[in-house]
């Protein structure tokens, strides 16, 4: 990415930030639910400073996951805004904006992943690759379930927003599974266009 792309990036995502920032529904699941986006963010900087280039595809895309999440900071998940009808006949009866989320942890994850294990050649099996990074995807939304645990298990009711469960027993389970499902799908679209642009960058 060069400074031109770096400051669209940057722009992008503190117009986005900046907006939340101001009179989000619940101060604490804000702050809980935008850290991540934070992270990423500076991470996004720190490859940058370092003279690191990433792909574009891998940047758009942790842009769009922080969006996301930026957005499920403002309004909590169970709240925002054009998806209570969102995927109603699977989940029926509650705001499904955290399933779009949770698919987009294991989609976006996947592709960051992959342009790890690639450039640094560590699986000369592809079959192995793929296997890895589905498996390291589950992973990460795994620990992202126990870290709203100990949320939950510190702050007691106020965290009710961050885990946006809204009444349903099985949403740590389906929580997962989209995650899984957002790997397997980034996999199948996405290899062959991020193969070329990792080559355009060796």
């Known amino acids: 990415m060069n ?3 770096l400051l669209i990036w940057m722009a992008t995502f503190l117009a986005v930030f900046i907006w939340s920032f101001f009179n989000p529904y619940d101060r604490l699941t804000w ?3 935008v850290l991540p986006a934070l992270i990423g963010a500076i991470v996004v900087l720190c490859f940058y400073f ?6 574009s595809l891998l940047l758009v895309l942790v842009l769009i996951h922080c969006v996301i999440l930026i957005i499920g900071g403002h309004y909590t998940y169970a709240l925002v ?6 995927m109603q006949g699977i989940w ?4 499904n904006y955290d399933k779009l989320g949770h698919f987009a942890q294991g989609f976006v994850p996947a592709i960051i992943c992959r342009e790890l294990v690639i450039r640094q050649a560590i699986f000369n099996s592809l079959w192995w690759r793929r296997f890895f990074v589905v498996c390291f995807c589950l992973a990460f939304s ?3 379930e126990l870290i709203e645990w100990w949320v939950a298990l510190l702050s007691g009711e106020d965290a009710e927003s961050f885990l946006g469960t809204q009444g349903y027993i099985w949403d740590t389970q389906s929580d997962m599974f989209l995650a899984l499902i957002g790997s397997v799908v980034a996999l ?3 290899s062959f266009w991020h193969d070329k642009q990792i ?4």
Do not use: H, M
Request: charged letters at 20%.
């Open 3 to 5: 400074l031109v792309g």
């Open 31 to 33: 702050l809980l639910e």
């Open 50 to 55: 370092k003279k690191i280039p990433l792909t």
């Open 81 to 86: 805004p054009g998806f209570d009808g969102f």
């Open 92 to 95: 029926p009866g509650r705001n």
């Open 142 to 144: 795994a620990f992202y």
């Open 188 to 190: 199948a679209l996405f």
């Open 199 to 202: 080559q355009e960058l060796s």
